[in-house]
């Protein structure tokens, strides 16, 4: 099988695991991945979906973000700022998990306010101002205040 061009992925991955003193069998059933996708994707054979690189960062105590840069996933240049503060803000142990999408949310929608979005400058189709400056519902169903509401239908 020839090699991907996520060599720098796996090589990443096993130094985190080795620094995490997991064996590869441990850090898979960890990740709830098979030993031998999680070897493959270390030797770099395999490209992992963001789901499992979410699943073996969250066993591995590491920002899935990082590994979504390293796997190709995210545009390191571009998304270095939004990847590094959403890095702080994942990584932050006096905060809970619901705490961290929430103050996340938050960040997005203020990203999308200045004009970015997930990755990449936003075009005009976020959501409006209103005359008073309130944030109005953008495409999603998602205001800047508020999660997500329902609509009736």
Do not use: C, W
């Not at 270095?80 to 959403?86: A, G, P, S």
């Amino acid at each position: 099988m020839a090699s991907l061009n996520v060599g720098n992925l796996g090589e990443y991955l096993r130094e985190q695991r080795r620094n995490a003193q997991l064996s590869l069998r441990q850090l898979a059933d960890a990740a709830g991945v098979s030993n031998p996708y999680l070897s493959q994707i270390e030797r770099g054979l395999r490209k992992p979906s963001a789901e499992v690189l979410q699943q073996v960062a969250k066993a591995l105590r590491i920002s899935a973000e990082t590994l979504y840069v390293r796997a190709g996933i995210l545009d390191a240049e571009r998304d270095r700022d939004e990847v590094e503060t959403r890095s702080v803000i994942l990584a932050d142990p006096s905060l809970n998990e619901r705490q961290k999408q929430v103050l996340l949310q938050i960040y997005e929608s203020f990203r999308k306010e200045n004009g970015f979005g997930i990755g990449e400058p936003a075009d005009d189709e976020g959501g409006a101002q209103d005359e008073g400056g309130a944030q109005e519902a953008d495409t999603d169903g998602h205001d800047a205040d508020a999660g997500p509401r329902r609509t009736a239908g």
